[in-house]
């Protein structure tokens, strides 16, 4: 029988690094709140521009970034608010040409940014309607891109209300674009160089992310939290974490909540052709335990210490793509050890993320012209409770059913 000391002593270099070990990633989102997404994504618009007093560049490559917060899931008829936060970034080309007349600064107005919502009752709306959006003051550089964040300063735009009649998916993507740029000298007045930037609505636009809508579980509006600072992804490139809760049944033992907040990577945003590859990567996550699960095993096993836990099952499902379910755990599980049994304990999947990552899934895109989606199903695996000596009390193996409707990871669009 090892000395209470030495068994504090044991348990505490078992559960070492156990409560700290957690997944910022992808590209650093951080946890995705319960019911909420976070998407981030970064495409290259095609714009007009006219320079006012000046003279018509014509068409422009002007990068676009968007962070927004929206909820995963929703009922029918319940309504909802995006939360936004944008960039755009101004190539060398026009930075340089304004800076040769003394500009040194950008500002203005964004006068129009439109936001698709296919499925919702209503199909668009415009982010800018009956406000005005200012663009705050960003340094111009002549030698590379500018970078103008709108609102900035960390502010978020909050669109909406949306809601959908009927079951389903709505889908967000961006429609046109306009906005007003001027130009500052180095003591922040205005020079003469005002230009009219009008990004038109592409025939196919990039879709952002997806919400499921089904059931009457409620009217109450949801309005997500505002975005923060924007984060920075690669180019051409969506990336996301959603949050929910998972009720596991840990074979009839106990029953509990169980946080979850998983993301991943869509490597492109262009579309795929009807019977191309559809990749999911950089998958990882947080499994987070609850206080009442916790307080319920405790309950029936007083002695329960931490847990090893292997994770076999995560069904990802798709619709307009095949097969129509796939399990991102490799084969043989992912375990992960100590983990200790506390109300807020985090198990990272895989326990190496963001380092390393779970390895890309791929479907096999459906009819041309319609939008894949994948989504989040079931979970499963099995649990080892142990004694604060790693002596093992009890092994037991756990379901997590799906959710109805599941939860939204990623829409893909088919050419």
């Known amino acids: 029988m090892l000395m209470p000391s030495f068994k504090s002593l044991l348990s505490s270099i078992l559960l070492a690094?156990?409560?700290?070990?957690?997944?910022?990633?992808?590209?650093?989102?951080?946890?995705?709140?319960?019911?909420?997404?976070?998407?981030?994504?970064?495409?290259?618009?095609?714009?007009?521009?006219?320079a006012i007093g000046f003279l018509n560049l014509g068409s422009q490559p002007i990068g676009f970034g968007v962070a927004a917060n929206l909820p995963g899931r929703v009922s029918v008829n319940q309504p909802f608010y995006v939360t936004a936060g944008t960039r755009l970034i101004v190539p060398k080309s026009l930075s340089s040409l304004a800076g040769l007349f003394g500009a040194k600064y950008y500002t203005g107005t964004v006068d129009s940014v439109v936001l698709n919502t296919a499925g919702a009752s209503t199909a668009s709306i415009d982010a800018a309607k009956g406000t005005t959006i200012n663009i705050p003051a960003a340094p111009l550089n002549s030698n590379g891109v500018?970078?103008?964040?709108?609102?900035?300063?960390?502010?978020?735009?909050?669109?909406?209300?949306?809601?959908?009649?009927?079951?389903?998916?709505?889908?967000?993507?961006?429609?046109?674009?306009?906005?007003?740029?001027?130009?500052?000298?180095?003591?922040?007045?205005?020079?003469?160089?005002?230009?009219?930037?009008?990004?038109?609505?592409?025939?196919r636009p990039t879709s952002l992310a997806g919400i499921a809508v089904g059931g009457s579980d409620s009217t109450s509006t949801i309005t997500p939290p505002g975005v923060g600072a924007l984060p920075t992804i690669p180019a051409d490139k969506t990336a996301g974490v959603t949050g929910f809760n998972y009720n596991c049944d840990f074979s009839g033992f106990v029953q509990g909540v169980v946080r979850v907040s998983l993301g991943g990577v869509k490597p492109t945003n262009a579309q795929v052709r009807s019977g191309g590859k559809i990749t999911l990567s950089q998958g990882q996550g947080n499994i987070i335990l609850s206080d009442d699960l916790v307080n319920q095993i405790k309950s029936i096993v007083s002695i329960a210490d931490h847990t090893t836990l292997t994770l076999t099952t995560f069904n990802v499902v798709a619709v307009n793509a095949s097969p129509a379910t796939q399990n991102i755990i490799p084969s043989g599980g992912i375990t992960v050890n100590n983990v200790p049994i506390q109300g807020g304990a985090v198990v990272t999947v895989p326990p190496t993320a963001p380092q390393t990552t779970l390895p890309d899934i791929n479907f096999t895109a459906g009819a041309s012209g319609s939008t894949a989606f994948l989504s989040i199903a079931d979970a499963a695996g099995n649990a080892s409770l142990r004694d604060a000596d790693d002596n093992e009390i009890l092994a037991i193996d756990f379901t997590c059913a799906a959710l109805s409707p599941n939860v939204p990871v990623f829409p893909y669009d088919i050419q």
């Open 17 to 50: 690094g156990a409560v700290v070990a957690q997944t910022d990633g992808p590209y650093q989102l951080g946890l995705a709140p319960v019911n909420i997404e976070k998407g981030v994504l970064n495409t290259t618009l095609n714009c007009n521009v006219t």
């Open 146 to 203: 500018s970078v103008l964040e709108v609102p900035g300063g960390g502010n978020s735009l909050t669109v909406g209300p949306i809601k959908a009649t009927k079951a389903g998916t709505v889908i967000l993507s961006f429609g046109q674009i306009s906005a007003t740029v001027k130009t500052l000298d180095k003591d922040r007045k205005a020079t003469f160089i005002t230009a009219k930037v009008v990004c038109p609505a592409q025939k």
